[in-house]
């Protein structure tokens, strides 16, 4: 009864409300059946590319109006840092 009350509260457009926007970690990314290698990060987070690029950090940050910025954060061989960021 309660999560009904507070559904219809809400608003149906999400980047209506500004608590979307942000900088977001993330934790889990899934692969789907006809995926070929990582959703983030494609094979330099799958296989070989693994071993080389070691990821250290990944994020998905959102911007008003409508801007979506994704960053993976590497270690070459361990050792050396990197990051690749797209708009």
Do not use: C, H, W
């Not at 509260?9 to 999400?14: S, V």
């Not at 693994?50 to 910025?69: C, H, I, K, S, W």
Request: aromatic letters at 10%; glycine letters at 12%; charged letters at 15%.
């Amino acid at each position: 009864d309660q999560l009904q009350t507070l559904g219809t509260a809400q608003i149906p457009n999400a980047l209506a409300n500004p608590l979307i926007y942000g900088d977001y970690d993330v934790s889990y990314v899934s692969t789907g059946t006809k995926q070929i290698g990582n959703p983030a990060g494609g094979n330099y987070r799958s296989g070989l590319g693994a071993l080389l690029f070691r990821t250290v950090g990944l994020e998905q940050n959102l911007y008003e109006p409508d801007v979506v910025v994704n960053r993976i954060a590497f270690l070459i061989f361990g050792l050396v840092p990197g990051e690749v960021v797209l708009d």
